[in-house]
């Protein structure tokens, strides 16, 4: 069967892109094994290396450091889409002392990037008086003001992408423009930039990186700090590798309860739609 967009590969193209496939996979394997080798040449892997993470307090630090990370997430996460939300609204109000206000907010700090915004807080706000700037706090406030930007930008194209007819069902049962956005369009537009708004939560994980800038005690700031242990041989390389195994497995974890979220949604909209058959039904 041919798609809308390609023609089936028939028998010479599927078996050139198994070939392909083979030739990548041990190119890839190949990288892999050249860089465990030097790392292993390096004596990356040698017990004096790894002995520093056996210790009890330093796991206990290390899970800290993974606390500090997840709440630094979701704090921000939330506030950044309720500001998402709130910017979306603003940016398709028909007044246009709400939305312009909201597209030049909008546009400023999805341009400004999230490593300046975060020293602005934390080193540029005390000098001009500004006090009890934490690392939290720059660290949270930098993350909300770039990522709800990018959401604003998510929810709108989402809403503006339904179709007009939605809309306007809900106007012809008299419904104000408030209620139409919340009840009809936001929740549908939600079910459709699932995947989007899913991968900027995955973004605003792995930014909490950029914390150890400003001192935030994350992952990184740890990882940073253990890798510059001189008595244990400065193990730089094991500190980044369980930094990488500790942000991708939380970012798996993430991206498993999206999957989990969506499939439920499908399912919920699957049900709706079967109701609906089966009252038209019943009444004909």
Known sequence: MSSVLFDAPGPKARARYRI??????????????????????????DEKKWHLFTFPLVQQTIIQSV??????????????????????????SDRKWISL?????????????????????????????????TPFTAVVAGLVLYNGSVLAEVFRAGIESLPRGQSEAGYAIGLPKSAVMTNI??????????PVIISQLVVIL???ALGFIVTYNEILFQAKYFGSQAQYGSPIIPSAIIAGVLYVGMCLI???????????????????????????????
């Open 254 to 284: 993430l991206a498993g309860i999206a999957k989990w979220l969506e499939g439920r949604m499908r399912r919920n909209v699957k049900v709706v739609k079967v109701a609906k058959s089966e009252i038209v039904a019943i009444e004909g």
């Open 67 to 92: 606390g500090a990370t997840l709440s630094a997430f979701a704090t921000a996460a939330v506030l950044s889409l309720v500001l998402g939300v709130f910017l979306a609204f603003g940016r398709l």
């Open 101 to 133: 206000p909201c597209y030049g907010f909008t546009e400023l700090f999805r341009a400004i990037p999230l490593l300046i915004l975060m020293m602005i807080f934390y080193y540029g706000l005390p000098p001009l008086g500004v006090q009890g700037i």
């Open 206 to 208: 792995k930014d909490t």
């Open 20 to 45: 392909l496939g083979v030739v990548t996979a041990l190119v890839i394997l190949a990288i892999v094994g050249f860089i465990v080798l030097r790392f292993a040449q390096s004596g990356q892997f």
């Open 185 to 194: 369009l936001l929740p549908q537009a939600v079910r459709s930039m699932l």
